[in-house]
């Protein structure tokens, strides 16, 4: 199957699902192919919206369009509302959501919007050890000085707020928790924890961990799916080299770990004796980051080659055996996801973030259109 006859099939979901949402929104799936829809709670919102944006980028579908920009004001009144804010996944949900609107319609005050919510994730920086708390209040007893991988995602919400603005302070402490990431959180073999521990007040670095992977030591793939991206951003933005390495170090180990069909498990490590839960949208994560990261790699790079051939392999295998290609009794796009094994919560469901980033790659592969990542 073509990039474009996938995306037509991805329309088709959509639109169904325009109508099968309402006003709500899709988080994950409870193995009867049906979306669990949440009332903006949650910290996966911008994802639908997201989809959407893409799919009206792609269409032009007034209908679609109207769909997204009612996602996009459902996130002025989440945020006047302080509506469960109080974590480190503010990008996620205001990046695809305020931001794509501001990319997309060149809305004013989707722009403001989104200048506001980087505002509210500025909130979390903690100035004594020097880093984004990932979740908790401040001055918690177990995640006080903590960090995670998915915040690396995060930051560029940081990053534009300072081109747009030109105020350095939001870009200096995304900085600051990129290099912490890259010091702490990749291990000497490429791989990944999923979260780190630091002393509140010194910063000194105490351990890794995890809070979703098979067990501390072990590599969470979603994890380092969003260190391959997320690092790529970080290069894309701050221009230092040692970002881009590190996404191209990351790569290489998820790609030397996939099995044969090189979708990913849900944890690298976990035993094999019985067959172990895929995250189909860790895979889908890992192809835009090589996607992203391609487009930074030099003509003559040694590695260009293997990972552009890379990303076009997972996603013919993401093609052929997980995307349900517009079947209209399913909701999702991407089959055999997981969200959190470690917690047996939908441990082989849909996840809306594994459709958006599904169909960002798609987008990127046909039409040469990134996500909301960047300012274009």
């Known amino acids: 199957m073509d990039w474009k006859t ?11 699902n325009i109508g099968r949402f309402g006003e709500k929104f899709p988080i994950v799936s409870m193995g009867d192919g049906k979306y669990h829809l949440t009332a903006h709670d949650n910290w996966t919102e911008g994802f639908w919206s997201g989809i959407l944006w893409l799919s009206y980028e792609y269409s032009g579908d007034p209908d679609i369009h109207a769909a997204a920009v009612r996602t996009s004001q459902s996130f002025r009144l989440r945020l006047e509302a302080e509506q469960s804010l109080d974590h480190h996944d503010v ?8 931001m794509a609107r501001w990319i997309v319609d060149r809305d004013d005050a989707s722009r403001g919007l989104a200048l506001q919510a980087a505002d509210i994730l500025m909130k979390r920086w903690r100035s004594g050890p020097q880093l984004f708390q990932a ?5 918690d007893a177990n995640d006080g000085g903590r960090i995670i991988i998915d915040c690396l995602m995060n930051l560029p919400l940081l990053y534009w707020a300072t081109e747009q603005t030109g105020d350095r302070r939001y870009a200096e ?14 291990r ?41 991206y997320g690092f790529s951003l970080a290069y894309r933005y701050l221009r230092d080299p040692r970002y881009l390495d590190t996404s191209k170090r990351m790569a290489r180990y998820f790609l030397e770990h996939l099995p044969e069909d090189l979708v990913a498990y849900w944890d690298f490590d976990v035993p094999q004796e019985s067959p172990a839960p895929r995250d189909s949208s860790a895979s889908a994560i890992m192809a835009c980051g090589l996607l992203e990261l391609l487009e930074h790699l030099p003509e003559g790079d040694p590695e260009r080659n293997t990972l552009a051939e ?10 052929k055996y997980y995307f349900t290609a517009g079947h209209p009794s399913e909701e999702g796009f991407l089959r055999h996801g997981s969200y959190s094994v470690r917690g047996n919560s939908s441990p082989d469901d849909f996840m809306i973030w594994g459709d958006y980033f599904f169909l960002e790659a ?10 909301y990542w960047y300012e274009r």
């Open 310 to 319: 890379a990303a076009h392999n997972c996603m013919d295998s993401l093609l």
């Open 6 to 16: 996938a995306i037509g099939h991805i329309l088709t979901t959509t639109r169904l």
């Open 188 to 228: 000497g073999d490429d791989s990944s924890y999923h979260t780190f521990y630091f002393d509140q007040q010194t910063g000194d670095a105490v351990r890794g961990g995890t809070g979703q992977g098979y067990r501390d030591g072990s590599t969470w793939t979603r994890g380092q799916a969003w260190g391959v």
């Open 135 to 139: 979740w908790g209040p401040e001055g």
């Open 362 to 371: 798609l987008m990127r592969l046909e039409k040469a259109v990134p996500g």
């Open 91 to 98: 990008g996620f949900l205001y990046t695809p959501s305020a």
């Open 173 to 186: 402490c995304a900085a600051i928790q990129a290099e912490k990431s890259r010091r702490f959180l990749v």
